[in-house]
């Protein structure tokens, strides 16, 4: 089920990105975080802390719980 959640998230971010026409690393860079950490969320392989979630849905001016819908 963790794993769902994860890949949901990051499918949900992947497309967010996408639509902004930003890089895994440009949007890495926007939040201040490693260049690969997008890469590795988008793809389900990292646990992300509700801190880092919060900054993305900040980031993309959607609620937290609409990168899990």
Request: charged share 35%; hydrophobic share 40%.
């Given at each position: 089920?963790t794993?769902?959640?994860?890949?949901?998230?990051?499918?949900?971010?992947?497309?967010?990105?996408?639509?902004?026409?930003?890089?895994?690393?440009?949007?890495?860079?926007?939040?201040?975080?490693?260049?690969?950490?997008i890469?590795?969320?988008?793809?389900?392989?990292l646990?992300?802390t509700?801190?880092?979630?919060?900054?993305?849905?900040?980031?993309?001016?959607?609620?937290?719980?609409?990168?899990?819908?």
């Amino acid at each position: 089920m963790t794993k769902d959640i994860k890949k949901k998230l990051g499918k949900n971010i992947k497309k967010l990105r996408k639509q902004k026409h930003l890089s895994q690393e440009e949007l890495s860079l926007n939040l201040d975080l490693d260049g690969s950490y997008i890469g590795k969320v988008e793809n389900g392989k990292l646990n992300i802390t509700i801190e880092k979630i919060a900054n993305i849905a900040e980031f993309f001016d959607v609620d937290v719980i609409e990168l899990f819908r």
